[in-house]
């Protein structure tokens, strides 16, 4: 094996690592988040795409909203490539707008105003404002 796989493979194994360690901390804190809610079945914060349902029932939106953005997102992913590929990013930008309105539903769950989803699409101050949602009284 040359050096430069072996650069690949780690760089590679570092950024599975990070990722992994950001799944984890965003699950504790939507389980947590569901929690202090009184949202039934926090554990579905564990599982991908059911932890959409999750966020859906926290922000108290009907499961089919959640339904939308999932199917919106695989959708619009198929889409970004081929002829019509501005359809794709318009229906990527509808799912977004949606997981907007979502996450300002559960920060006003967790009675925090709705504007601090602004600071959920700030990396690194997403992270703390996601401990402050979950870890808060």
């Known amino acids: 094996m040359d050096s430069s796989s072996l650069q690949w493979m780690m ?11 950001f799944y984890i ?4 804190c939507l389980m947590l988040i569901a929690q202090k809610t009184n949202t039934k079945y926090s554990w579905l914060a564990w599982i991908p ?3 959409v349902f999750l966020m859906a029932m926290i922000a108290k939106r009907p499961w089919w909203w959640a339904l939308i953005i999932v199917i919106a997102f695989a959708v619009a992913a198929a889409m970004m490539n081929g002829p019509l590929g501005w359809l ?4 990527y930008l509808a799912a977004v707008v949606l997981t907007i309105i979502i996450w300002i539903g559960i920060c006003q769950a967790r009675n925090r105003p709705g504007w601090w989803v602004i ?3 700030i990396p690194i101050v997403n992270l703390v404002i996601l401990g402050v949602l979950a870890f808060s009284k």
């Not at 760089?11 to 360690?21: D, K, N, P, R, T």
């Not at 901390?25 to 504790?28: D, R, T, V």
């Open 88 to 91: 794709g990013w318009v229906i």
């Open 11 to 21: 760089a590679s194994l570092g950024i599975g690592f990070v990722g992994l360690m």
């Open 25 to 28: 901390y965003m699950a504790i």
């Open 119 to 121: 600071l959920l699409l």
């Open 49 to 51: 795409i059911a932890n």
